[in-house]
């Protein structure tokens, strides 16, 4: 089985500077899908960026970044320029290929971050 | 326009209840999902479903059972509800299985 593992469960930074949170997985697969979604105060899941696994070219979606690192089994996720409205818990979330099953997504227990005004 | 919503958003009963939670997506999508989030905030998935077929998670009780009267619902029944059952549920759905799931915004039951 599939496991994610977030090592920080807590990150702070100043608003405006860049931090960097943790994600690392475990699997025997070479075609899978990578996650990062944002869980603000509301508790609305909403999605950050996504990685394929084939793809060696790092996702990026305005201001967040991702570091794919596939031998290594890493994915982190770079915030730049960080708001005070991206205070949230983070997740990281591994799916497989499953080429047509109804397979769900396996989250890491996430990592609060905090942005000091 | 909601893109996946879910019914309600609060839920406090009694252990031995039966409940169900509503869950629709306007969104065209084939394949949905419903999530456990407990108290420490971690999610784990409960049930994936599409047209040809339904994967439990191997940890849910038996209690606990979907129902799909549409591609656009996924219903979350619970019989006999435990105290442990309190939790936010998350409704999910994605176009196929190697696609993005969206998610709802969550159901916060309380089981006194």
């Known amino acids: 089985a599939q496991t994610v593992t977030q090592s920080q469960p807590e990150m702070s930074v100043q608003e405006a500077e860049t931090v960097t949170l943790s994600c690392t997985y475990d699997t025997s697969e070479s075609d899978y899908y990578l996650f990062w979604y944002k869980q603000p105060p509301s508790r609305q899941m909403i999605l950050v960026i996504r990685q394929e696994a084939y793809k060696q070219q790092n996702a990026t979606e305005n201001r967040f970044s991702v570091n794919f690192q596939k031998a290594a089994k890493s994915f982190s996720l770079k915030i730049s320029d960080s708001q005070l409205g991206d205070a949230a818990m983070y997740f990281c979330a591994y799916r497989t290929y499953s080429g047509g099953g109804a397979d769900g997504l396996t989250f890491g227990k996430g990592t609060h971050l905090i942005i000091q005004p | 326009d909601t893109a996946v919503s879910q019914t309600p958003k609060y839920l406090v009963t009694q252990m031995g209840n039966d409940k169900s939670i509503k869950c629709e997506q306007n969104l065209g999508h084939d394949t949905m999902y419903w999530y456990k989030q407990d108290s420490k905030k971690f999610l784990k998935i409960m049930f994936s479903y599409n047209n040809k077929e339904l994967i439990i998670n191997e940890t849910v009780p038996n209690r606990f059972s979907p129902k799909s009267p549409d591609k656009a619902h996924l219903n979350l029944h619970i019989n006999s509800l435990e105290l442990g059952d309190s939790a936010v549920y998350f409704c999910?759905?994605?176009?196929?299985?190697?696609?993005?799931?969206?998610f709802g915004p969550g159901t916060r039951l309380l089981v006194l």
């Open positions: 999910a759905s994605s176009q196929g299985a190697a696609e993005t799931q969206y």
